[in-house]
């Protein structure tokens, strides 16, 4: 299993960032993610990242799919792959569309259809092919009477570090997971209990991988969680509630939130819909303090060294292949101590 993080949106000391992510790659951290919902953009941010380190594999962590032209999006990944010796990794996802309208005025639509286009074209690109794409959301090159009538079939001028550069899915739904399952070579999901996947995600899985290419390899799973270990660890698991409340109770509108429906799939009903109430009332407080405590322990790492490696099995057996760690004690030097303790114990 290998041990990734997340760096935080606000870019804030992103200098100093970058040098303590340094230090972490040679106490053995394997990963890093830049996220970039409607912060920063990620991919300049992974190209000072990929000059810095060595080893470290890099991705992006998610962009949205909505923005950026399939075709761009695959070169974007290829450039990357390229000034990283191929370390790069596209995570990409829907996101919602309180960013895609609301933060670039473009209609949400089509998850599902749009994904599986901009794959196809993604991989045509990275093989030098010459785009060719009729899709019902993508058409490349516009057909004649929509334009010009000058454009033509190309293929990328730069031949790719790898022509099956890694694609990661951030998913949640039942139809997303499978597509995931189906097409990609990573699945990314939140909040994710490993007692409880089999029983959500197992059906829509298994659906994916029916139909899954033998030449993509096994299924990889990349979930994060938040971390600490040692004596009095458990206290700090106050500090996850407030980030899934925020996500359960405020992260889409109040019929069309993809977190609360899950932990509602979980089998947290009528929580889910307390924290939603409170925390779309302003009480942000209250809705953290009613994130049971059971669902919090279940999606982190936190607890003695034997309880933490309980919960890594756990983790293993329901097929999780990468843990992105969010140390929930930032101290540079405790994350570094904690980082080499949790490898230790994979």
Same mark, same amino acid.
């Given at each position: 299993?290998?041990? !990734? ?6 870019? #804030? ?12 790659? +040679? ?40 923005? /950026? ?37 473009? /209609?949400?639509?089509?998850?599902? $259809?749009?994904?599986? &286009? ?8 990275? /093989? /030098? &092919? ?8 993508? #058409? ?11 454009? %033509? ?22 139809? =997303?997971?499978?597509?995931?399952? *189906?097409?990609?070579?990573?699945? @990314? ?12 995600? !197992? @059906?829509?899985?298994?659906?994916? %991988?029916?139909?899954?290419?033998? *030449?993509?390899?096994?299924? $990889? ?13 458990? @206290? ?12 359960? !109770? ?9 977190? =609360? ?11 889910? &819909? ?30 003695? &060294? ?6 890594? +099995?756990?983790?293993? #057996? ?5 843990? =992105?760690?969010?140390?929930? =004690?930032?101290?540079? *030097? ?5 980082? *080499?303790?949790? +490898?230790?114990?994979?």
């Amino acid at each position: 299993m290998k041990i !990734g993080m997340s760096l935080a949106y606000s870019g #804030e000391g992103f200098r100093e960032t970058v040098d303590q992510l340094v230090e972490l790659e +040679k106490a053995g951290l394997d990963a890093v993610a830049v996220r970039e919902a409607y912060t920063f953009d990620a991919i300049s941010q992974l190209g000072y990242i990929a000059a810095r380190t060595e080893n470290l594999e890099l991705a992006s962590g998610i962009i949205q799919i909505y923005t /950026r032209t399939p075709s761009l999006t695959a070169m974007t990944a290829a450039g990357l792959d390229y000034v990283s010796d191929g370390r790069f990794t596209l995570g990409i996802g829907a996101s919602g569309p309180q960013v895609i309208e609301g933060f670039h005025g473009v /209609r949400y639509d089509a998850p599902l $259809g749009r994904t599986r &286009e901009i794959v196809d074209i993604c991989r045509q690109v990275w /093989r /030098r &092919e010459k785009v060719q794409h009729s899709g019902k959301h993508y #058409e490349v090159p516009l057909a004649p009477e929509k334009g010009t009538g000058l454009g %033509k079939p190309l293929k990328l001028i730069n031949h790719p570090v790898r022509a099956d550069i890694p694609i990661l899915l951030a998913a949640l739904g039942p139809k =997303n997971v499978a597509l995931a399952a *189906e097409l990609v070579q990573v699945w @990314e999901p939140l909040f994710f209990h490993p007692g409880k996947a089999h029983e959500v995600w !197992g @059906e829509s899985l298994e659906t994916g %991988k029916a139909k899954r290419a033998p *030449e993509l390899g096994p299924l $990889g799973i990349s979930t994060a969680v938040g971390l600490a270990i040692g004596p009095g660890a458990g @206290e700090m698991l106050q500090y996850v509630k407030p980030t899934v409340a925020l996500y359960v !109770g405020g992260m889409g509108a109040k019929d069309q939130n993809f977190y =609360n429906q899950l932990m509602q799939r979980y089998g947290y009903l009528d929580e889910a &819909e307390e924290i939603q109430n409170l925390y779309l009332a302003g009480k942000k407080d209250e809705a953290a303090a009613a994130v049971p405590d059971e669902l919090v322990h279940a999606i982190s790492l936190v607890g003695s &060294e034997d309880e933490v490696a309980t919960q890594l +099995k756990q983790f293993a #057996e329901a097929g999780v292949t990468q843990l =992105n760690i969010m140390p929930l =004690n930032p101290d540079h *030097e405790t994350v570094k101590a904690q980082l *080499e303790t949790l +490898k230790s114990l994979v």
